[in-house]
């Protein structure tokens, strides 16, 4: 499991910066102050705060970190510092979140952290059969460690999307018709998706789903009732499958006749490749699925909105399933 520590330049450098009172980004004090962590939750709050004026939204990963690898700058310590309100996942990946916050400027700040308001729809992570374990030194301390991919649920998305709302509304009351009334459209585009999967998940031949990375579907696959063998667990640090894992999954795509082998964004391929070399007929094709863990924009372009990225996801399963 990654940890995240901050490194001593980082805090010293936001400890000083506070102390002397300066900013290492300008932000509009008329402005309701709105930062988000991930890429999800950042399309999910645009889609609640459209059309309400004086807000400043940051997508404080813009640059395509990997939420498993990032630690914060001293400058995005700074602009979380100063904001009226911060949303972040609230997993293992974000252990970083106490000590910056615990040093923050602004104390009237309004803090969400959406696994926490998610209750008993959290999953913990699971070793699945066949699946590579961590290495010991990277083994947590038997501590319960819940599945932090809570957005690759569009159900998921639907609770997080009315606990951003209620939040918003909160640190703005004058707007708070606005962030209910976009809260509720957008959950009724993401209830027409989950029927979308929903219609598919239910007619699939085949519910099984082989991958040759690491998992981080769990929600996703919990929601429409599909199985799945994998080499690693969503937050898995490894990056080499064992023989014994490759052997292993291609033993299960010839058993159940798997077609397709699944890598998620990213992945160079090679564990589904060797996945593939490894079954009886070697003609298996490989498809990819957007975990949405390190989004940003490209070529002058905006990124695709989250309902987009589902959605191509979900047309994606439908050929695997199909």
């Known amino acids: 499991m990654f940890r995240k520590v901050l490194s001593a330049a980082a805090a010293l450098a936001l400890a000083v910066t506070i102390s002397t009172g300066c900013s290492a980004q300008s932000q509009d004090d008329d402005k309701l102050s709105i930062v988000c962590t991930v890429y999800p939750l950042y399309d999910w709050t645009s889609q609640i705060v459209s059309g309400a004026p004086d807000t400043e939204l940051t997508y404080l990963m813009s640059s395509g970190a990997d939420l498993h690898n990032y630690q914060p700058t001293a400058e995005d310590m700074m602009t979380i510092s100063d904001c009226d309100v911060f949303i972040y996942v609230g997993g293992e990946s974000d252990k970083w979140v106490e000590s910056t916050l615990k040093n923050a400027r602004n104390k ?12 008993s729809r959290l999953r913990e992570e699971e070793l699945k059969e066949g699946m ?8 947590d301390d038997g501590d319960t460690v819940y599945d932090e991919h809570i957005w690759l649920s569009v159900r998921n998305a639907e609770d997080c999307a009315n606990a951003i709302a209620c939040i918003l509304a909160d640190a703005d009351s004058e707007h708070a018709g606005t962030y209910n009334d976009n809260a509720s ?18 007619s699939a031949k085949n519910k099984t789903l082989i991958f040759g990375d ?6 996703l696959v919990d929601d429409y009732g599909l199985d799945y063998y994998a080499a690693f667990n969503g937050c898995s640090s490894e990056s080499e499958a064992s023989f014994e894992t490759v ?5 299960k ?11 998620i964004d990213g992945s160079d391929c090679s564990i589904a490749d060797a996945v593939i070399a490894s079954t009886k ?3 298996q094709k490989v498809l990819t699925l957007n975990s949405m863990q390190s989004v940003k924009a490209a070529d002058g372009k905006p990124a695709p909105s989250y309902i987009e990225l589902m959605t191509d996801n979900l047309n994606t399963l439908k050929e695997a399933l199909n």
């Open 108 to 119: 009237d700040m309004k803090v969400i952290s959406l696994m926490d308001e998610l209750g």
């Open 132 to 139: 590579q374990p961590e290495d010991e030194d990277d083994e």
């Open 253 to 263: 795509c010839d058993e159940l006749g798997a077609e397709y082998v699944f890598t």
């Open 214 to 219: 690491r998992f981080p579907f769990r929600y």
């Open 247 to 251: 052997t292993f999954l291609a033993g």
């Open 185 to 202: 459209a957008y959950i009724d585009e993401l209830e027409a998706l989950d029927a979308d999967y929903t219609e598919a998940t239910d």
């Open 281 to 283: 007929s070697k003609s």
